[in-house]
């Protein structure tokens, strides 16, 4: 039949041109002349999905490590931040850069201080278009210890002051305040309560308390990143070093919050340099993961490049498991440097080359501070909140309680993702966080550490 002139109708019963093909659903009869059994013609590219059925790029049923529904109470599932230049850039955690303004541990940018972390839904359109563009959405993490608000530093510091004036101290009191604070605003009230008083709120809290309760109350009233400047300095002062320590704090940090520590260790400690001391204080293999991580230098580029990843899988692999003995500085070369969503993508490709995962081909291939070192970094790049649960649970766990490990761990990760370690705390050991907090220590000390953890029992 005479085919229609350039910009005429189309035939009376046919679609215009570009316009989307008929829909068929299953269960109807086939178009005539294909065999019985076909299935339907499927919609053309960009088309919309046929009704009841999600769009391409859809976000999927929620599971351990997504975001809760809109409404969702406080602590639920983490979920997925948009790309950048999303509407809700995701909260800064280890392996990403802080946005300007935003400060270690803080909350969201566009989240009510004092308000639980509300879960961003993601739109299809974005998953789609990041999807296209190789890139590999970040998971979002939240603390237990957000901003309170409304905030009033002249009303704690009153407080604070009736608390430890005269004869004994109201710790209740002590604990309502400092556990239920942000690092930045317990700082404030100390330069409110000083003010106010001519007094240094950090000598009264020694002064009116004691023991591990004190330690805990001080550890609170640090600048984190001081706090983390401290902790390595005790690690590596007098006869001995707590390599345990360094790992934890250098080898999970990202570039920005490695840039800070250094500026404040420095700051604290003026005639030394953080660098230099982690050189004296370790040897070999090992010291050459810390101070690669010391740099600071970690590639932050959200884009997977999947040729990269099977390549650089393949170059693991032939460094681990295919060679008699093991190429350290392969390992270093790719897991020190590489993103974390790059990284990622390269442990998935491991798995499929491999009898093993990275962190068990490392156990195998590995030994001492060297292996803890490496399977720190891919842990933290894979499944960061289990890394931290299984440090805390270590430091509990036995004859005893390593309180300064306790301590740490909870008040650095209190206002960065303590909600997912306190779920995959639950996951790996089938016992609440709370749960054990009770079960190894006791008083105000027990009390403060489940304030922090939002755990019950806390004030």
Known sequence: PPQPGYGAPPPQGQPGYGAPPPQQGYGQAPPQGAPYGAAPPQPGYGAPPPQGQPGYGAPPQQGYGQAPPQGAPYGAQPGYAPPPGGQHPPQPGYGQQPPPGQGYGAPPPGQAPGQAPRAHPVAAAQIVDAAFAGMALEPVYHGTVVDASPFDPEADAEVLRKAMKGMGCDKKALIRVIGNRSARQRLIVAKQFKTMYGKDLHKNIRAETGGKFEDLLMACMTDPYEFDAKNLRKAMKGMGTDEAVLIETICTRTNAEIAKIKEAYARI???????????????????????????????????????????????????????????????????????????????????????????????????????????????????????????????????????????????????????????????????????????????????????????????
């Not at 500085?329 to 969503?341: A, E, N, T």
């Open 269 to 459: 400690f003026p005639k030394r340099d953080l660098e230099k001391d982690v050189v004296s204080e370790t040897g070999g293999r090992f010291k050459r993961v810390l101070v690669s991580a010391l740099q600071g230098a970690r590639e932050e580029h959200v884009s997977v490049d999947h040729a990269k990843a099977l390549r650089e899988a393949q170059e693991l692999h032939q460094a681990g498991e295919k060679k008699w003995g093991t190429d350290e500085s392969k390992f270093l070369q790719i897991i020190g440097l590489r993103s974390y969503p790059q990284l990622r993508a390269t442990f998935e490709e491991y798995k499929k080359i491999s009898k093993y995962d990275l962190v068990r081909s490392i156990e195998r291939e590995m030994s001492g501070d060297l292996k803890r070192s490496m399977k720190a970094m891919v842990q933290t790049a894979v499944d960061r909140p289990g890394y931290f649960a299984e440090r805390i649970h270590a430091s509990m766990d036995g004859m005893g309680t390593a309180d300064d490990d306790l301590q740490r761990l909870i008040v650095s990760r209190s206002e960065i993702d303590m909600v997912e370690i306190k779920e995959r705390f639950m996951q790996l050991f089938k016992k609440s966080l709370g749960r054990m907090v009770k079960g190894d220590t006791s008083g105000n000390y027990e009390c403060l550490l489940l304030t922090l953890t939002k755990e019950q029992g806390g004030l």
